[in-house]
């Protein structure tokens, strides 16, 4: 509880001195907090924590943590000290605040409801990852098919342009297949790679990371290596338990190495490339979607899956509309996280309905992961989550990976695949108390991970 305060904190102060001064002409304007808005914030922050999960058990819950480190805990912050960016009055911001810890909320109930039980597929582990492999390769090679090998390092200013041309060529099953290997399937190479100590596998994803940078200038292809190891390092065992509290720690470390190098050169461009584009975009982009469509009507899915079924007075999906609105003659696609775009779409109702149908699918995970190793299917869901914090509940499950996760988790072989044996008498009873082998099989969740010499189901 305490650690959640402390990296809310060092957003706040990050914010008001380092970001808003230097970027105020985009939004970050900053207006002192009243004594209310902090008392406020402070509550609804441990309302949050209160519900959140002290270790994870499941996968769904890596999801809910990078929610509350990318969108939620964010939110609480700078929401209110943006107001001056804003049409909406304070009390506004508050209920909208409110709706987003209730939805938030709701989220963390998934815990409570027990594992489905889907049906467990006996393939053997070699014909799986044959399979991942052959698509891998499969999604690759559609990719060349249209764009060509066109490899070439984009420095910052040639990024974008680099990525629009990508965009532009790319057409149908291709324009999935780019979301799919970033978010997905190369992290799941990675992962795989990790468990087993089958640095090959491991080399395999990370190229494929560094394809995807060159071919299409994707900037978070960069950063996807980093961001499997440090989620698989806090699901091993020893760690788990203290997954939340650690993550946090490793986030206000980020924040504050970053802002102690700038101070120490008088500069700002790390706080502005990492503190800034990780952890408060979204948060101000929220507070943009929020101010316009409190204000204006929503658009009803009608540039997405009902379309032609409900009426949308714009000519263009909430995020082209958004970067026209407040950042013209930019062409920005202004994309915000779930909470933002379901407030788009159908208001303070649509983001009750879009979390629930994130829940579902959330759960459908976690019934295909069952008797996994919790490490490697923890990891499957790193970069959805990131997408989650950055578009909509459907389109991260078309788009970026979510709902192919589901599938795949489905496919991978019972027990470990990082390579641990299953716990047996053998290796896991001996030497203990008689009772012990009872109590844990009492108490253990149907997810297996990796112990000393062996793997064990808790």
């Not at 706040?12 to 985009?26: I, K």
């Not at 090679?141 to 060529?169: C, E, K, M, N, P």
């Not at 408060?280 to 204006?296: K, N, P, Q």
């Not at 379901?342 to 629930?356: E, K, R, V, Y």
Request: hydrophobic share 50%; glycine share 8%; with cysteine.
């Amino acid at each position: 509880m305490a650690l959640a305060l402390v990296y809310l904190l060092a957003i706040w102060r990050v914010y008001e001195l380092f970001v808003s001064p230097t970027y105020s002409y985009v939004y970050y304007t900053y207006a002192a907090p009243t004594s209310v808005q902090i008392v406020t914030a402070s509550i609804l922050g441990l309302v949050c924590v209160a519900v959140l999960p002290i270790d994870v058990r499941r996968p769904s819950q890596v999801v809910i943590w990078m929610l509350f480190l990318l969108v939620v805990g964010p939110c609480l912050v700078i929401l209110p000290l943006m107001r001056p960016s804003l049409s909406i009055s304070a009390d506004r911001i508050l209920g909208l605040e409110v709706a987003l810890v209730g939805c938030f909320a709701l989220l963390n109930l998934i815990s409570l409801v027990p594992v489905p039980r889907l049906p467990l597929l006996s393939l053997p582990r070699q014909t799986v990852w044959t399979g991942i492999l052959l698509f891998f390769l499969l999604l690759y090679l559609l990719l060349f098919s249209q764009t060509g090998i066109r490899l070439q390092v984009s420095d910052l200013g040639q990024v974008y342009a680099t990525r629009a041309l990508f965009t532009s060529t790319v057409t149908g099953v291709a324009g999935y297949a780019a979301e799919w290997l970033t978010g997905l399937i190369n992290p799941m190479l990675m992962a795989y790679g990790l468990a087993r100590r089958r640095y090959r596998w491991l080399a395999l994803g990370i190229v494929g990371e560094l394809v995807m940078y060159l071919l299409a200038a994707y900037k978070l292809a960069l950063f996807v290596f980093p961001l499997v190891a440090w989620i698989f390092w806090l699901l091993r065992d020893k760690r788990r338990h203290r997954f939340g509290a650690n993550l946090l720690v490793g986030a206000i470390g980020i924040i504050l190495t970053v802002t102690v190098i700038d101070s120490g050169f008088n500069s700002k461009l790390l706080t502005g490339l990492v503190t800034r584009r990780v952890f408060m975009d979204d948060s101000v982009l929220t507070g943009l979607y929020f101010d316009f469509f409190s204000r204006y009507p929503q658009d009803q899915l009608a540039h997405s899956v009902l379309q032609g079924i409900t009426y949308s007075p714009y000519k263009v999906a909430p995020a082209y509309l958004i970067g026209n609105a407040y950042f013209p003659g930019t062409g920005q696609d202004a994309n915000a996280n779930i909470w933002a775009d379901a407030f788009a779409n159908f208001g303070i109702p649509g983001m009750i309905m879009l979390t629930l149908v994130l829940a579902c699918v959330l759960l459908l995970f976690d019934g295909a992961a069952r008797f996994k190793d919790l490490r490697f299917t923890g990891t499957m869901l790193a970069l959805p989550s990131v997408a989650l914090a950055n578009s909509g509940v459907l389109t991260t499950i078309a788009s970026h990976g979510l709902g192919l996760a589901v599938i795949l988790a489905l496919l991978l072989p019972r027990d470990d695949p990082g390579g641990a044996p299953a716990a047996t008498p053998s290796n896991d009873t001996r030497g203990k108390r008689p009772y012990s082998r009872l109590r844990r099989e009492m108490t253990r969740t149907p997810y297996s991970h990796r112990t000393g010499g062996g793997a064990t189901r808790e």
